[in-house]
């Protein structure tokens, strides 16, 4: 069973800077599409990004403009780039990955917007 791993959250002051990693134990090439998802306390996980098996980028409107999703194939790793961070973003982030079997999901990783 495929595993996927996120690193890179953390604290960060508003206007700041992450970058997010997910690493699968699996060839990403296997699945249809990798993304990232967030959710804050109190509300509905919601979809960050999403990269399809041929590269192609879709974000949300609400996320467009601050949040680069990318990877490295031969790291088998997802990353989410993260600029000009607000504390509305402050969530669990979570890795997903979907292929014929379904989806898959990451454990998460915290990320706290604060001065």
């Known amino acids: 069973q495929v595993r996927l791993v996120e690193s890179g959250g953390g604290l960060v002051q508003p206007g700041g800077s992450l970058r997010l990693s997910c690493t699968s134990s699996?060839?990403?090439?296997?699945?249809?599409?990798m993304g990232w998802y967030r959710q804050a306390p109190g509300k509905q996980r919601e979809l960050v990004a999403r990269?399809?098996?041929?590269?192609?980028?879709l974000y949300p409107d609400s996320m467009k403009g601050r949040f680069t999703i990318s990877r490295d194939n031969a790291k088998n790793t997802v990353y989410l780039e993260m600029g000009n961070l607000k504390p509305e973003d402050t969530a669990v982030y979570y890795c997903?990955?979907?292929?014929?079997?379904?989806?898959?999901w990451g454990q998460g990783t915290q990320v706290t917007v604060s001065s």
């Open positions: 997903n990955a979907y292929d014929t079997s379904g989806n898959t």
């Open positions: 699996e060839s990403i090439f296997s699945f249809i599409y």
């Open positions: 990269l399809t098996k041929l590269e192609r980028a």
